[in-house]
């Protein structure tokens, strides 16, 4: 981490960087905003480019999380130094240095979670902004990424079928047409309707107990097994 004078962040900003100021450290989070990673959009971050944005972080309006500050210092790029303080220029330890590098970074992480011990829930609960490799192999990695997309053309063809095979069971207050030979389309009546909204709100209130009360609670340190399996249901979320 360098030092950087206001003329030099005045640079970054002409060539269209997304330069953030907070208690005179300076903060690059263009790939961030680019990447549209931000809750609120690209727009609200450069309404502050070149500003110090500590207050904004603390405003009523939106107060960050301590999650958001940690994960901000990924974005460091030096400490801001006035014209006279360029020869008091010194280097700033990254936030989190320590407790990122209990693991190595290059390698999969599903082996080396139990690795952390009790740093454990204190390294899943600090987010980073960098590549994360799960498995060795690199079949099992490929399937740890799947595109928004794959979740509708997968799931939305086995919800219709199994919709289809309530109807056909419940036969005889269901409307029906043919559309192809003996083959029939069902259209739910009311009672169906009020059903499955039933169900959708059933699950919707069993996935976020699911959530709140198993996936919340930190496994204990001195087993391994129940580290990583918390680590691929939930703890990689909260990373």
């Given at each position: 981490?360098?030092?950087?004078?206001?003329?030099?962040?005045?640079?970054?900003?002409?060539?269209?960087?997304?330069?953030?100021?907070?208690?005179?450290?300076?903060?690059?989070v263009s790939e961030f905003a680019n990447q549209m990673k931000h809750p609120g959009g690209r727009e609200v971050l450069t309404?502050?480019?070149?500003?110090?944005?500590?207050?904004?972080?603390?405003?009523?309006?939106?107060?960050?999380?301590?999650?958001?500050?940690?994960?901000?210092?990924?974005?460091?790029?030096?400490?801001?130094?006035?014209?006279?303080?360029?020869?008091?220029?010194?280097?700033?330890?990254?936030?989190?240095?320590?407790?990122?590098?209990?693991?190595?970074?290059?390698?999969?992480?599903?082996?080396?979670?139990?690795?952390?011990?009790?740093?454990?829930?204190?390294?899943?609960?600090?987010?980073?902004?960098?590549?994360?490799?799960?498995?060795?192999?690199?079949?099992?990695?490929?399937?740890?990424?799947?595109?928004?997309?794959?979740?509708?053309?997968?799931?939305?063809?086995?919800?219709?079928?199994?919709?289809?095979?309530?109807?056909?069971?419940?036969?005889?207050?269901?409307?029906?047409?043919?559309?192809?030979?003996?083959?029939?389309?069902?259209?739910?009546?009311?009672?169906?309707?009020?059903?499955?909204?039933?169900?959708?709100?059933?699950?919707?209130?069993?996935?976020?107990?699911?959530?709140?009360?198993?996936?919340?609670?930190?496994?204990?340190?001195?087993?391994?097994?129940?580290?990583?399996?918390?680590?691929?249901?939930?703890?990689?979320?909260?990373?």
């Amino acid at each position: 981490m360098e030092a950087i004078t206001e003329q030099e962040i005045d640079c970054l900003i002409k060539k269209g960087s997304i330069i953030f100021i907070k208690r005179n450290k300076v903060y690059d989070v263009s790939e961030f905003a680019n990447q549209m990673k931000h809750p609120g959009g690209r727009e609200v971050l450069t309404e502050h480019v070149g500003k110090d944005v500590a207050s904004v972080m603390k405003g009523a309006t939106h107060s960050h999380s301590q999650n958001a500050y940690k994960l901000m210092e990924g974005f460091c790029i030096g400490q801001l130094v006035k014209e006279e303080d360029e020869t008091q220029e010194k280097e700033l330890p990254p936030q989190n240095e320590e407790i990122e590098s209990l693991v190595d970074w290059n390698k999969a992480m599903v082996w080396q979670v139990q690795k952390l011990g009790e740093k454990y829930e204190n390294w899943i609960h600090s987010p980073v902004d960098r590549p994360m490799r799960i498995f060795q192999t690199t079949a099992m990695e490929l399937l740890t990424m799947t595109p928004w997309y794959m979740v509708l053309v997968i799931w939305v063809p086995v919800m219709t079928l199994f919709m289809q095979m309530s109807l056909r069971k419940w036969g005889n207050d269901i409307i029906s047409f043919e559309v192809i030979g003996d083959h029939k389309v069902f259209i739910p009546d009311r009672s169906f309707s009020l059903v499955f909204l039933l169900g959708l709100l059933l699950w919707t209130l069993i996935e976020y107990c699911l959530h709140r009360f198993l996936f919340h609670l930190v496994p204990p340190s001195s087993s391994p097994t129940l580290m990583r399996i918390h680590f691929l249901l939930h703890g990689i979320h909260h990373k």
